[in-house]
């Protein structure tokens, strides 16, 4: 009896337990950027504007999706912060003369042409798009 209750209340316990997000956002980059993997506040530094330079030295140009659900998600996992509080932090650095917003493409094959043709360059599409032409970063 004390067997049974245990797999009961460890079944219930595994299904409260946060599961591994199965992320559709994936982190594209110019074949000049000599790293395979960026950390998640490589990222955040990157978009934010609190970095242009990865720890290698390579000098990083970030492009943004415009107004999507794959925008929404790249921000919640690597940047935290939601689309108004992105824009206004960049807003503040903008008007304080400390940065320039990144490029802000309207669609998913925009950023990986621009990515592509940008060295340097690093992006976000959703794991179906295309892109040929730019690889892939893995993010630890």
Known sequence: MNKLIFC???GALALLLPRPVDAQV???ANSSVKVAAVSKADLRDLFTGASSNLASGTHITPVLLRDSAIHEEFLSLYVGKSDTAFRTSWRNLIFS????MPRSLDSEAAVVVF???TPGAIGYISRATPHDGVKTLAVR
């Open 97 to 100: 003369g400390q940065g320039v």
């Open 115 to 117: 990515v592509a043709r």
């Open 8 to 10: 009961m209340l460890f």
């Open 26 to 28: 994936v982190v594209i």
